[in-house]
């Protein structure tokens, strides 16, 4: 849910970033007002969606996007404020590279706040569920009147306030009415957009374009000004105040030719102008990372900033535009436009909504209350958001190199890889669902490597921001290949992975140490890290049982033996007199002032919360806490609250490291508690409403946790295919993977407050075992749960039963 630091510059956290952040605008500081009551049904369009009331066949229309763009009631605090899930109701399709969609004047990850209202524009690329400002690239606003002072200097006069009985979004569009008295409509394909305005009579029907309004900012940009075209381009990235930067195109071509037009820059705005440019200046404008930026629209609003942009006026009521973006071109841009913009508006949006039904169909659930439906398949949407296709139409891609290269025939680049996050829930749903795209995502990485000398950890287009920490990058190829998406250079991942947990390049800082140790001390500091020695230390142990059971899968059994080995260091943070996992010195003394709460040597949570990150070593860590009947205690104990944030001994389940831990009281032989537990965060912590997310979404990551936990089931061990049980939301689920078999669930008694299982028959076989074996997701299979409202505490609950671990007494011991 956050992040660390770029090389070079103080480590920050995605919610530490945001924490110094104003909601500024010359004139129009807005404060988040309390979350509305009765959201789903006050949005025009959407009321339908989050009512779970699609028509048959038609999953698109249980989709409610704008949940998660408000923060949940109660949530808690993070670095000093609550957090939203940070989604972004755009139209998008999946995996796109566009996300046509608003951005509302206060800032808020993902460009919409659901509190705030008023929109500044509609740009054309965003990230959903993030946790600092990122893309937002070129812009789009309808204003209703004659540009007469620059948009760069007086963004409050072309800002509109809007309500939400006038907006309405579903997959692939997104549309509303503000009160300036425009209509803004759009649609998508996977590189192009289509945008529709329409202007009220008796006033001049301007749009303007901030070439220079990337969420972050940008560092130069450029917008040329045709008879009835724009194009243009713009540099930004800075993600979470990193140094990372890219290059973004757009083309766009109108359905009439311009009445008048016109630039800006600064300042200066130049009627009939046909271009402008902008760049940064060190003049104190620069971001925390050094670099030199244009002030973003969230933070220097009003400031005299540098920006610029163009602005065209029109003829009729109504205009037409379509735009294609690219990260390699200008002539990438426009023949993406060439390739995918076909047809009228209607007919791309009926193209993309099918898109999302065939996508949403590869798991069908019945039997469920409409707000339940609506909640899963939202999660399922926001599950095929990210990551994004990168490459143009042609398979040209800027490497992280700075050149152009080509991916595969057939295939395509991605970009957009947050790994802290997605490793744990999201990459394994894809793979299982999408072999094929998920393949592509992993060459994407290992291509990455090849160019830069780096597997991603936290990249944003083809740029490495190094935020969060650990090396995300060796549980997601694992977890990939786990889960059916084979199709990449496993032999080169592994090469990559062992060279960059072996030598210093930039991602393992510390790794030396490490190696030397067994674990990063916390009287030590290293570029691109300051704190977190003890979370860092767990990601590395995470990362190396990964790197074995990738190895393994090539029939290297010399580095699997090495990084199984380095897995177990774990152990040497342990400490007995306490019963945590706790920071230790270079010194091998342990660290001063141990508190169990407090943050300190830990990323985004305490030692409460991470000592039960040993995912793959389960009965490892479960012996070390004094056996079953203590770890039931203490589990109990750590559930009293259930998203209590990072300074509580309590779970914290709006943020990734603790959605494995109710998984683990299967291990400890009370899977009813599991069972009961899921089922709790499940009903208390999402909703269909905007509010519905308990924490950033993370590009995926906390909703795919929703989708397997409905289906009553999760990827517990990174790098591994068992699945641990809960119990089935739903009454009947198929799931269709990419083999093309399936996975039949039924559950006959299902409901909201029927979460135990008294019996299962796997393949028409009793089982008393709370977990599937690895092979279940590749052969699919049917699984008939017999479920209770009150629990049966014997099931499941012998020693044989429980799921396997990976620790020092052999591997699936």
């Not at 899968?553 to 152990?571: E, I």
Request: net charge negative; with cysteine; hydrophobic share 35%.
């Amino acid at each position: 849910m956050t992040q660390d630091v770029p090389p070079g510059g103080a480590r920050l956290t995605r919610k530490g970033f945001l924490r110094g952040l104003a909601v500024t605008g010359a004139g129009m500081a807005l404060a988040q007002s309390p979350l509305l009551s009765g959201v789903a049904g006050a949005v025009a369009g959407t009321a339908k969606s989050a009512g779970g009331k699609g028509a048959p066949g038609d999953l698109a229309g249980h989709v409610n996007p704008f949940v998660g763009t408000a923060i949940q009631k109660d949530s808690p605090l993070a670095f000093g404020s609550q957090q939203a899930g940070n989604t972004q109701p755009g139209a998008v399709a999946p995996f796109g590279m566009v996300t046509w969609g608003p951005d509302t004047v206060a800032n808020q990850p993902g460009g919409y706040s659901w509190a705030d209202p008023s929109i500044r524009g509609f740009s054309l690329t965003h990230i959903s569920g993030g946790g600092c400002d990122s893309l937002g690239d070129f812009p789009f606003m309808p204003f209703p009147g004659e540009v007469t002072s620059s948009p760069a200097t007086t963004p409050e006069r072309y800002a509109s306030a809007f309500s939400h009985q006038a907006e309405s979004a579903s997959p692939g569009y997104y549309g509303v009415r503000l009160d300036n008295g425009t209509k803004a409509e759009f649609t998508a394909t996977q590189r192009t957009g289509t945008g529709r305005f329409s202007y009220p009579g008796g006033t001049t029907a301007s749009l303007l374009v901030d070439v220079s309004g990337s969420a972050a900012g940008a560092s130069a940009a450029e917008v040329q000004v045709g008879r009835d075209t724009l194009s243009g381009w713009a540099e930004s990235g800075m993600f979470c105040g990193a140094d990372d930067l890219y290059r973004v195109y757009f083309w766009a071509e109108f359905d009439q030719p311009f009445k008048t037009s016109g630039t800006w820059s600064g300042d200066t705005v130049r009627p009939g102008g046909t271009k402008a440019a902008c760049a940064a200046q060190n003049d104190g404008t620069d971001d925390k990372s050094g670099n030199s930026c244009l002030a973003s629209p969230a933070s220097a609003a009003g400031t005299g900033a540098a920006g610029c942009g163009a602005y065209v006026t029109f003829d009729g009521p109504a205009v037409e535009v379509r735009v294609g973006i690219s990260f390699t071109s200008l002539a990438g841009a426009r023949a993406n436009l060439r390739a995918e913009n076909h047809g009228s508006f209607e007919a791309q949006r009926a193209r993309v909504r099918a898109e999302w039904n065939e996508r949403l169909g590869a798991i069908r659930v019945e039997g469920g209350e409409p707000a339940d439906l609506a909640t899963f398949y939202t999660a399922l949407y926001h599950c095929f958001l990210h990551p994004n296709v990168f490459s143009d139409a042609s398979g040209e891609y800027s490497g992280f190199d700075g050149k152009t290269h080509r991916a595969r025939s057939g295939h395509a680049q991605y970009a957009n890889f947050s790994g802290w996050d997605v490793y744990r829930s999201q990459i394994q749903l894809l793979a299982m669902l999408a072999p094929r795209e998920t393949s592509d995502m992993m060459q994407s990485m290992v291509n990455g490597y090849a160019q830069s000398g780096q597997l991603p950890k936290w990249s944003l287009a083809n740029g490495e921001a190094y935020i969060m920490v650990g090396d995300p990058a060796a549980p997601i190829l694992a977890d990939a290949y786990a889960f059916g998406a084979r199709d990449f250079d496993v032999r080169a991942a592994v090469d990559a992975l062992v060279a960059q947990a072996t030598k210093a390049n930039g991602i393992r800082p510390g790794i030396e140490d490490f190696q030397r140790l067994g674990y990063l001390p916390a009287d030590r500091t290293y570029e691109q890290y300051h704190y977190g020695a003890v979370s860092t230390s767990l990601e590395y142990n995470t990362a190396d049982f990964a790197v074995a059971e990738l190895a393994r899968q090539t029939g290297d059994k010399r580095t699997a033996a090495a990084f199984d080995k380095r897995a177990q260091y774990w152990r040497k943070l342990f400490n007995p007199r306490t019963g945590y996992i706790q920071a230790r010195n270079t010194d091998g003394s342990w660290a001063a002032d141990f508190d169990p709460a407090s943050p300190t040597n830990f990323v985004e949570g305490n030692a409460t919360q991470y000592t039960w990150m040993v995912p793959f070593d389960v009965r490892g860590l479960f012996d070390a806490l004094g056996g079953d009947e203590a770890v039931r205690a203490r589990l109990d104990t750590f559930f009293t609250q259930l998203n209590a944030g990072m300074d509580k001994p309590y779970a914290w389940m709006g943020n990734e490291p603790n959605i494995p831990v109710p998984y683990l009281y299967a291990y400890a032989g009370a899977p009813y508690r599991t069972q009961e537990v899921v089922r709790r965060a499940m009903t208390e912590l999402y909703t269909p409403e905007p509010g519905g997310l308990p924490g950033n979404d993370d590009l995926g990551t906390m909703s795919a946790w929703y989708v397997w936990s409905a289906l009553g089931m999760f990827p517990q061990v990174p790098g591994r295919a068992e699945l641990v049980l809960a119990s089935p939301l739903f009454r009947a689920a198929t799931v269709r993977l990419g083999s093309g078999r399936t996975i039949e669930v039924h559950a006959p008694h299902a409901a909201r407050d029927v979460p135990y299982v008294q019996g299962l028959l796997v393949n028409g076989r009793r089982s008393t075992k709370p977990w599937l074996p690895a092979e279940f997701v590749h052969t699919g299979g049917k699984l008939d749960f017999s479920l209770a409202s009150t629990p049966d505490r014997s099931w499941g609950s012998e020693p044989a039963d429980a799921p396997p671990s990976f620790g020092v007494g052999g591997h699936g011991a």
